[in-house]
């Protein structure tokens, strides 16, 4: 079992809907959790970077994490064309060893 | 407005041959990393250093080898190259070890 699950999409949706990102971990001791963007030939860049439970909020992007159930999710409000993109999430417990997921490709389309 | 720069952006090499991917940091980070990104996986870790002159192993450092002379730049070095290090290659830093990390561009490397 892989320490961190996310469904390789991809994700279509029209302009403007709300879209939701998730993952799963198994790690318990994972405390840090980020989203990262990846446009298609550059590299990943930081979204959202939380500590332990909750949400953080960032214009149209929520981050939301639930640690008694291993699981976190990003939401991108009135979604865009220009948010077509592969998202990773990313988590560690602390220091610097970080556990990425595969991504998900999203699509929005005009 | 840099950020983490790697050089080239794209190379061709024939089995057995070697090559230095480089990457430059311009943020006074002392964490600097190495990855490979390979289809459906996540980014997987090759060599790590937290400061001038101290590296170490990552997940998959086999076949590779890194140094870091100064904070600014972290090389990585392929030695005989092999078709399963074809992968598109990520250069990252962070301020601290417990900061988000900041990735350059990428090398996508074909080895044929």
């Known amino acids: 079992q892989k320490e961190v699950e996310q469904d390789p999409g991809p994700l279509s949706v029209p302009e403007g809907a709300i879209v939701s990102l998730n993952c799963t971990y198994s790690?318990?001791?994972?405390?840090?959790f980020m989203w990262y963007r990846q446009y298609s030939r550059k590299g990943p860049e930081l979204l959202m970077y939380?500590?332990?439970?909750g949400n953080k909020e960032d214009g149209r992007f929520t981050a939301q994490v639930d640690k008694s159930s291993k699981y976190i999710s990003l939401f991108i409000r009135d979604s865009q064309p220009s948010d077509s993109a592969t998202y990773l999430c990313?988590?560690?417990?602390?220091?610097?060893?970080?556990?990425f997921g595969a991504g998900t490709r999203l699509f929005v389309k005009a | 407005n840099a950020g983490v720069t790697q050089t080239p952006k794209f190379r061709i090499l024939k089995i057995g041959q070697s090559m230095t991917l480089q990457c430059a940091q311009d943020?006074?980070?002392?964490?600097m990393y190495w990855y490979r990104q390979d289809p459906g996986m996540g980014l997987k870790l090759i060599y790590y250093?937290?400061?001038?002159?101290?590296?170490d192993k990552g997940e998959v450092p086999n076949g590779y080898n890194v140094s870091r002379s100064t904070t600014e730049d972290f090389p990585l070095r392929l030695e005989l190259a092999a078709p399963s290090q074809t992968s598109v290659y990520f250069c990252?830093?962070?301020?601290?070890?417990?900061?988000?990390?900041?990735f350059g561009d990428g090398t996508r490397l074909s080895i044929l």
């Open positions: 990252a830093s962070s301020g601290q070890g417990d900061g988000p990390q900041h």
């Open positions: 790690n318990s001791a994972f405390q840090y």
């Open positions: 939380t500590y332990s439970s």
């Open positions: 990313a988590m560690k417990a602390g220091g610097f060893k970080t556990i």
């Open positions: 943020m006074n980070h002392n964490y």
């Open positions: 250093s937290v400061g001038a002159g101290i590296t």
